[in-house]
């Protein structure tokens, strides 16, 4: 079994910057997409940036496009986010997930992954 350890929330304020870190239990490239979630209070888990391991494709929320950067270290098996601009509706809980490829997965949609996080929570304040 793979264990996901998320760090680096914290609470900042609007235009500020953060990186999250997602620590892999073993090696990432046992699994395919690795992406980060975030949930929001009384909001249903949203996908913000995944990754597809070996060819590195990335995909983005539109709300987070040009803010967010997605990026891995296979070497340290740790998956980051970095987040510049922070705007208040970033508030929520993030999470890192992981699955490997199957037919029909979305990559931003939460059903489907296999490996999650306990979350590390990102707060902004305006």
């Known amino acids: 079994v793979m264990r996901l350890m998320e760090s680096g929330g914290n609470s900042v304020q609007t235009g500020g910057s953060l990186t999250l870190s997602c620590t892999a239990s073993r090696y990432m490239d046992s699994t395919n997409y690795w992406t980060w979630f975030r949930q929001a209070p009384a909001k249903d888990r949203e996908g913000v940036a995944g990754?597809?391991?070996?060819?590195?494709?990335?995909y983005y929320a539109d709300s987070v496009k040009g803010r967010f950067t997605i990026s891995r270290d296979y070497a340290q098996s740790t998956l980051y986010l970095q987040m510049n601009d922070l705007k208040p509706e970033d508030t929520a809980m993030y999470y890192c997930?992981?699955?490997?490829?199957?037919?029909?997965?979305?990559?931003?949609?939460?059903?489907?992954?296999?490996?999650w996080g306990q979350g590390t929570q990102v707060t902004v304040s305006s």
């Open positions: 990754i597809r391991t070996g060819v590195s494709n990335t």
């Open positions: 997930a992981a699955t490997v490829a199957r037919q029909g997965l979305q990559v931003l949609s939460a059903e489907g992954y296999t490996y």
